[in-house]
Each structure stands twice: as C-alpha cells, then as structure tokens.
C-alpha cells in the first residue's frame, strides 16, 4: 500500500470530512469505520500514519493504539479527541503517539500535522533501507574479515591485528582491502560510522 493517512473513524461524517479535507490538500488518505477492521487489514509493510478516534464503539482508540504498539506498528499515531479526552491523549503520547487534536479540529493545524507524521514515517523507512543494505554488505564478509573488521572498529593497528590472531601483516592488509571493497568505505572511520548505522 501506498503512504497515506489512514483515518479511523466510526463516524461517516468526520471520516468524509477528513478524506474530504486531505484530498483538498494532496494528502493521499484511507478510511475505516472500526479499529476492528482496521486491525483485521493491517500489516507491517504499510507507509504512512494514522489519525485514529480516540472514542468510538467497540475497540476504542487507545485500545487500537494498545494493539498496534504490541504488534510493533511503527507508524506515527494521531488522536483526534474531544475536550474530555485530552489527560488519555497526553498519556498515549507519553506511550509513544505522534500527536492529538482536540475536536473541532483546526484544519490547518491538522494538515500541518498530518504532513509532519508522513514525513517522519518516510525519513524512518529510507533510514531503515540504509541499514538494511548495510547488514547486506556485512553479510557478505566471510568469517576472517568479520574478525578483522571488528578489530578494526576498535581502532587497533594492522601490527596488533596480525599479533592478535597470529596472522602476518601482509594478510592484514589483504583483509582490510577486501572489506572495505565490500563495505564501501575508504578508511576506517567510515567503517565504524557503518557498523554503528547498522547498530542503530
């Protein structure tokens, strides 16, 4: 599925008013009328956010957002809340919601919104790319240029390397070569900021 704000409301009347609205300012959207169907359709692989009801019959929104979270949905959460609402608002976020707004909702302030989670959900998922073609390049290593690379992450000399694992120098310097080849750096502080994205 393409990135969008996936919007989940019981009410047809706000879920139009939302699609209405993002369509109005190019934000691609979707609707659902439950948390239940939404929950029933969702996978790991969709892009973009949720702007979630924090009331509605059935599951409730904090209820949906529960699901999620256990489920490692990564995507940025939005409440929409009445009055009443806002202390379990502040506590979703404090779970790790992206954001709320309060009913009647300014539309401005929640495209605004809206844009800032879609943003936030893209630089995520080209940050998760990286560090996937990374652990591709370290997986190309054999057992012996692991080993040396991790000494040389460490920060330890070619002389050291070769005492260390009882190899000669020039052995050293073959390795070196090779991984970084297959990693795609050029000195070794380019290699430690690698291992570390991958970490990260």
Not at 75 to 100: C, E, Q, W
Not at 101 to 122: G, M, S, W, Y
Not at 162 to 182: G, P
Request: include cysteine; hydrophobic fraction near 40%.
């Amino acid at each position: 599925m393409n990135p969008c704000a996936h919007i989940i409301d019981d009410d047809e009347a706000i879920r139009d008013a939302l699609e209405w609205l993002f369509k109005s300012r190019k934000l691609p959207s979707t609707t659902w009328d439950s948390a239940e169907a939404f929950l029933a359709e969702w996978t790991p692989e969709w892009r973009g956010c949720i702007v979630l009801d924090i009331r509605m019959h059935g599951m409730s929104g904090l209820e949906c957002f529960d699901t999620l979270t256990a489920r490692g949905c990564k995507l940025p959460l939005i409440f929409i809340t009445g009055h009443g609402d806002v202390p379990m608002a502040v506590s979703a976020l404090k779970k790790g919601a992206f954001d709320f707004v309060e009913k009647p909702f300014d539309d401005t302030e929640l495209v605004a919104i809206v844009t800032r989670a879609l943003e936030l959900d893209n630089e995520r998922r080209r940050s998760e790319d990286v560090r996937e073609d990374i652990r591709r390049r370290l997986a190309l290593l054999t057992a012996r240029e692991q080993e040396v690379m991790q000494h040389i992450v460490e920060g330890k000399y070619n002389k050291v390397i070769a005492d260390t694992l009882n190899i000669s120098m020039r052995t050293v310097e073959a390795h070196r070569s090779k991984i970084f080849e297959k990693m795609g750096v050029r000195s070794a502080v380019e290699l430690v900021q690698l291992v570390r994205d991958a970490e990260t």
